[in-house]
């Protein structure tokens, strides 16, 4: 079992800055990819980025150049540094970790980012 943790969430104004945090935990060498995905109200929940193990990250179009994900393999945690942020960027954003083998993802609980003025 792996259980994910994220934190960091919270009210920023538009053309602000967060940064969010996964702290991962139990059968940490049982995970692949890691992902950040977002939902907003009444919308399908979306990923916004990955990492490989191998540290190779992709981003949805509409954040690439204001994202920035990354891992911490010695704290055993994952970040979505959050930069120029927009209100169209207001959504609960959910850690993901995708197992080595056969099984079905794990996610947090999400976090929720309110971008507004």
């Known amino acids: 079992q792996v259980q994910l943790v994220e934190s960091g969430g919270g009210l920023v104004q538009p053309g602000g800055s967060l940064r969010l945090s996964c702290a991962a935990s139990g059968s940490i060498f049982g995970i692949n990819v890691m992902g950040w995905y977002r939902q907003a109200p009444g919308k399908e929940r979306e990923l916004v980025a990955s990492?490989?193990?191998?540290?190779?990250?992709n981003y949805a179009d509409s954040v690439k150049g204001r994202f920035t994900m990354s891992v911490d393999n010695a704290k055993n945690t994952v970040s979505l540094q959050m930069n120029s942020l927009k209100p169209e960027d207001t959504a609960v954003y959910y850690c993901?970790?995708?197992?080595?083998?056969?099984?079905?993802?794990?996610w947090g609980k999400g976090t929720l980012v309110t971008v507004s003025s």
């Open positions: 993901n970790a995708r197992p080595i083998y056969n099984g079905p993802p794990y």
């Open positions: 990492i490989t193990p191998s540290g190779r990250t």
